[in-house]
């Protein structure tokens, strides 16, 4: 259902600082549901695929090297207008213009080392969902044989 979800990964940074519990009780007091979740360690190839679309940008080798770094939670997170509300949430890439109480303010380090990645569109969030989950890992709130 297009709308609803959205998917997030917490970064090896914020692993690595032991922010997964802090950053997963913000998303689920926002009223997120995780319909899907794990914690893995992206190889160079899957973060070079995950993210195809930026190969072109001065940033893009940084962000393989720093995801590919360490373990990542990745997860699919659902409510109505899932990937505005997230990232409303996690707040500006740059952590210094993020506002008060956004993930990204609380617990980035810097902008490469931003705690958190989250879909910027329904059809990426599609995509990126996919990337990381089969249908049968997922438990929507939003289908009802599902859960």
């Known amino acids: 259902m297009p709308g609803t979800k959205t998917l997030t990964i917490i970064k090896p940074g914020a692993v690595s600082h032991e922010y997964i519990g802090p950053i997963l009780k913000i998303i689920n007091d926002h009223g997120f549901h995780i319909s899907a979740m794990r914690l893995l360690r992206l190889t160079r190839k899957q ?27 990745v997860a699919i997170l ?5 990937v505005i509300e997230y990232r409303r949430l996690i707040g500006h890439t740059d952590p210094s ?3 008060p109480g956004t993930i990204r303010k609380m617990f980035a380090e810097s902008v490469e080392r931003n705690a958190v990645h ?3 569109s329904d059809e990426n969030a599609e995509f990126e969902c996919d ?5 049968s890992e997922r438990f929507s709130l939003f289908d009802p044989l599902h859960f």
Do not use: I
């Open 47 to 73: 973060v070079e695929n995950f993210y195809a679309v930026h190969n072109e940008k001065p940033f893009y080798n940084g962000l393989v090297e720093f995801m590919s770094s360490g373990p990542v939670v």
């Open 131 to 135: 990337f990381f989950f089969s249908r």
């Open 97 to 99: 213009k993020a506002e």
């Open 78 to 82: 659902e409510k109505k207008n899932a």
């Open 118 to 120: 989250g879909s910027d």
